[in-house]
Each structure stands twice: as C-alpha cells, then as structure tokens.
C-alpha cells in the first residue's frame, strides 16, 4: 500500500559529499516520522538519521556534524545531506517511512530496498 524509494548512493571519495533522496508512495494519510537507516557487512542496522513530522531530528554521534537530514512535506521526502564522509561510513543505506495508511487508518513502517554507499579513493 505504500512504496518507497531512495536514490543518491555511488562512490565517493573520502572527503567528498552525497545527498540520498527518499520518496513515500501510496496510500499515507499522515507521516509521523522519516528516517535513514545503514548497514554495514557484519555490522547491525544503526539509525544514521531521523526526522519527525515536528521537525525534531535524531543523528548517530557518529556523523554529527557531517550528514543533514531534511523533509519536504509536499512530497513526502526525506533527504540526507552527506558531507566529509569517511571510509567507515561505507553501507548499504536503508529509508524507513513511519506513516498511517489512508487505507484503513493503520499505523505502520515501511522500508526501502536500500542504496549503497561507498567511500573510497
């Protein structure tokens, strides 16, 4: 009932910068929340990034001060503003949608299928 969509990943160097783009689909009455997830091999999932309908945000202590998220309402998108990234900021980058469903008016999260990201020179 409801998509979602990232784009922006690639290859960048360390230093260099990426902005990740996500887009919600379908039926959403409201979204409360909208986040970026990544993944790392052998690591678990972390929060990188997150923001609410209140505008509130959550950043991982490790990327303060480097990465941005930001909302566009209208669109229901979220963006991630990636700067002076480093190796270890390499993985799969995952968008998760906190929304109720018009549908039937059920509270429910949605994933993305994830964009890689990898920093290297």
């Known amino acids: 009932q409801v998509q979602v969509v990232e784009s922006g990943g690639g290859l960048v160097q360390p230093g260099g910068s990426l902005r990740l783009s996500c887009a919600a689909y379908?039926?959403?009455?409201?979204?409360?929340?909208m986040g970026w997830y990544r993944q790392a091999p052998g690591k678990q999932r972390e929060l990188v990034a997150a923001?609410?309908?209140?505008?509130?945000?959550n950043y991982a202590d490790s990327v303060k001060g480097r990465f941005t998220i930001a909302r566009d309402n209208a669109k229901n998108t979220v963006y991630l503003q990636m700067n002076s990234l480093k190796p270890e900021d390499t993985a799969v980058y995952s968008c998760?949608?906190?929304?109720?469903?018009?549908?039937?008016?059920?509270?429910?999260?949605?994933w993305g299928q994830g964009t890689q990201v990898t920093v290297s020179s």
């Open positions: 379908g039926s959403i009455f409201s979204i409360y929340a």
């Open positions: 923001i609410t309908s209140s505008s509130s945000t």
């Open positions: 998760n949608v906190d929304v109720r469903v018009a549908a039937d008016m059920r509270r429910a999260n949605y």
